[in-house]
């Protein structure tokens, strides 16, 4: 008999919309806004979870180019105004957060 799987936080978002203060530039393109889905382990390689969780920016630049969408590259994310950065941390934060600690 199969017990339910309890590994997934089905009840959190699957991806998340960040909107920016300050838009990024893109290529050509001015992006006001980009999504971010929950990272699975292979893209937090090579990234201490301590350090993400803490707003380490150099963390937070790494997992967002792997998570974003359209694809923000760690330089953009170094490029960001401070206020959209925070707003970064809080909502990839979010995703390592259980219901019973938030």
């Not at 990272?39 to 707003?55: C, F, H």
């Not at 974003?68 to 950065?85: F, G, K, N, T, W």
């Not at 970064?88 to 219901?99: D, E, G």
Request: aromatic residues 4%.
């Amino acid at each position: 008999m199969n017990k339910p799987d309890t590994t997934q936080a089905t009840d959190r978002p699957a991806s998340v919309t960040i909107t920016l203060k300050v838009p990024l530039k893109i290529g050509n393109k001015a992006v006001p806004e980009f999504n971010l889905r929950r990272p699975r382990a292979g893209d937090l390689r090579g990234v201490k979870l301590y350090d993400l969780l803490q707003s380490d920016v150099e963390s937070l630049a790494k997992v967002t180019g792997r998570i974003s969408e359209p694809m923000v590259s760690e330089q953009a994310v170094y490029d960001m105004d401070p206020l959209d950065i925070a707003e970064l941390a809080n909502q990839m934060s979010a995703f390592f957060v259980t219901p019973e600690t938030s």
